[in-house]
């Protein structure tokens, strides 16, 4: 299935849960972007009965209908919700904390500018929409850096954007990217792009992105090469870094993921060993853990951890 057709029959489906009434053909055709494009009724009435069967193909309980106080003989169509719903669902300790490291990646991503458009279409055709019902439609995304949304929608818009950009050693430039795609490797976010000031191609690490990124350009002002490799491009230029381990100090109750990665199952006080590649990452993690989290050693990360606390402080008007 192509990307453009995915992108269709998701928007069908949001707009067909996003309510509780029955919608008409011409409102749906007028919510879904890609319907709207059709230049026939004949053409937008194949798409859509080709639409309706992949859908009931995949599961989704699209049904038909009508009230008529509102349509007297026309057919409306929507999605049962309680067909469509997952049951409960109960979860481990164990998947609880990768499943809280996975919603500290993922908050918001590719669906978020259908969603937002077909919602707002409903509302112009005076459908009063339901957004909580596209809970488990929409993926969110969230990431422990700030710089992944404004970045990601960059490369989305094919945007040229700006920003300060912390180097290995410490040292801090200014970039100015055309930035091409976002790629996750070996647990890290990296952006990979062309440096306008270096002429050349470039992989960043998002979370040594320093501070705001603004775009200096217009959508669409510059082409993604055909044959990009993003994953490619940052295993040449970030190798994977040896493994190390940090002595850490937990409270009763907390620290959950990093028990796991230290094979420690006890919810007790502890004091456990995390492996770990990168001093910047792993300091995230602390920080994530809660104030009943301590790190005893080694001095870099517990200098990564500080350094983060004196920034919050700061930022606040507080002191050391």
């Known amino acids: 299935m192509t990307a453009r ?28 972007p890609q319907y709207a494009e059709c230049e026939t009724s004949e ?3 194949r798409m859509f009965e080709r639409d309706k069967e992949e859908l009931r193909d995949l599961g989704v309980p699209l ?18 919700r309680e067909a469509y ?15 809280g490291l996975a919603s500290r990646v993922w908050q918001q991503a590719s669906l978020a500018g259908p969603a937002a458009r077909a919602l707002t279409k409903l509302k112009a055709l005076g459908v009063d ?20 949304t404004p970045l990601y929608a960059a490369t989305r818009d094919r945007a040229p954007v700006r920003f300060s950009y912390r180097k290995g ?17 070996h647990g890290r976010w990296y952006l990979v792009g062309h440096d ?12 040594r992105v320093q501070g ?32 190390r381990t940090t002595r850490v100090s937990m409270a009763d109750g907390v620290g959950q993921a990093l028990r796991l990665r230290a094979g420690v199952r006890d919810v007790g006080p502890a004091v456990v060993e995390v492996p770990f590649t990168d001093v910047e990452d792993v300091a995230d993690e602390v920080l994530w853990a809660g104030a009943g989290v301590v790190v005893l050693e080694p001095d870099d990360v517990r200098a990564a951890v500080v350094r983060r606390l004196e920034g919050v402080l700061s930022v606040h008007g507080g002191g050391r």
């Open 169 to 185: 050693g410490g040292e801090v430039s200014t970039r100015r990217v055309e930035p091409w795609r976002i790629t996750s490797w």
């Open 5 to 32: 057709r995915t992108e269709r029959l998701l928007n069908l489906v949001i707009a067909l849960l996003a309510t509780r009434r029955w919608l008409t053909k011409d409102q749906i055709r007028t919510a879904v």
């Open 63 to 80: 049904v038909t209908g009508g009230d008529s106080d509102w349509f007297g003989d026309e057919q409306g169509y929507r999605i049962d």
């Open 196 to 207: 306008r000031d270096r002429d050349a191609p470039r992989v960043f690490r998002l979370s």
């Open 85 to 99: 719903a997952l049951p409960e669902i109960e979860f481990t300790p164990e998947e609880l904390a990768v499943l």
């Open 129 to 148: 929409p339901d957004a909580s019902s596209l809970v488990g439609v929409e993926p969110r995304v969230r990431t422990s850096e700030p710089a992944f």
């Open 212 to 243: 705001r990124v603004a775009r200096i350009g217009e959508p669409g002002s510059y082409r993604v090469p055909d044959d990009l490799d993003a994953r490619a491009m940052v295993s040449v230029t970030e190798p994977e870094a040896p493994t």
């Open 43 to 45: 053409a937008f009435d």
